[in-house]
């Protein structure tokens, strides 16, 4: 399994991931990015052995590579990737739904400034208009 070490230099080819390394933001983020890189990485070198097999000639070695599970094999180190992937996007998704939770109570408290705010010039012009009211009744 390969180490994306911080400060690294990244494959440019590593489009969106390299968008989230430029993007880290929260607590465990960063490892977990690093290690969905790393994951694809691996995944991205598997790939490439297996067509190097294939185009030497040798179909079985590069079909058992490309169907293998293990850590090292085509299967193994995709599933591995999603894994990782999908801890990352774990992260970003939880804060994603705090921030909207935050949101949402502050909009409550919001409403309950506002109603008073809005009531109070009704009030006071039903006041208003009741004291010219009875001027006008006398």
Known sequence: MSQL????????????????????????????????????????????????????????????????????????????FVATLNKTTDINQDQFDAAVARATNEARLLWIILIPLLLAPLVGSMTGIQQRLAEFRE
């Open 5 to 80: 070490s911080p400060g690294a230099p990244r494959p440019k080819s590593l489009g969106l991931l390299n968008e989230e390394l430029d993007n880290i933001t929260f607590d465990g983020e960063e490892q977990a990015a690093r290690a969905t890189v790393a994951a694809w990485l691996d995944y991205a070198r598997i790939d490439h052995r297996i067509r190097d097999l294939e185009s030497s000639g040798q179909h079985s070695n590069a079909v058992a590579l490309d169907l293998g599970t293990t850590a090292m094999e085509s299967e193994g180190a995709f599933e591995r």
